[in-house]
């Protein structure tokens, strides 16, 4: 069974920097896109970054220079660094993965809380 799992998550004071790291276990495939979401309390899961297996990027307009997305394709992992980071960031942030094959097969992680506050 395929699962996502993040790390790096926790407080952080405003302009502050995070980076969040994403490690695919029971895979034995390559995803094809890999990226994150998050979700902010009382608002909907919104795109953050996702990046292709051959580089192409995606990206939420808030995004705007301060977090830049990675990936070893070797290790299955994605990576999210933030900088400039802004109470408004607050929220948790989810894991993405997606596979081409009969069908799109969609993974999620469970999630890590990053919280912007002085």
């Known amino acids: 069974q395929v699962q996502l799992v993040e790390s790096g998550g926790g407080l952080v004071q405003p302009g502050g920097s995070l980076r969040l790291s994403c490690a695919a276990s029971?895979?034995?495939?390559?995803?094809?896109?890999m990226g994150w979401y998050r979700q902010a309390p009382g608002k909907q899961r919104e795109l953050v970054l996702t990046i292709t297996s051959g580089g192409r990027t995606n990206y939420g307009d808030f995004v705007k220079g301060r977090f830049t997305i990675s990936r070893d394709n070797a290790k299955n992992m994605v990576y999210l660094q933030m900088n400039s980071l802004k109470p408004e960031d607050t929220a948790v942030y989810y894991c993405?993965?997606?596979?081409?094959?009969?069908?799109?097969?969609?993974?999620w992680g469970r999630g890590t809380q990053v919280t912007v506050s002085s």
């Open positions: 993405w993965a997606i596979r081409y094959g009969n069908g799109e097969f969609v993974y």
């Open positions: 029971g895979s034995i495939f390559r995803f094809d896109d």
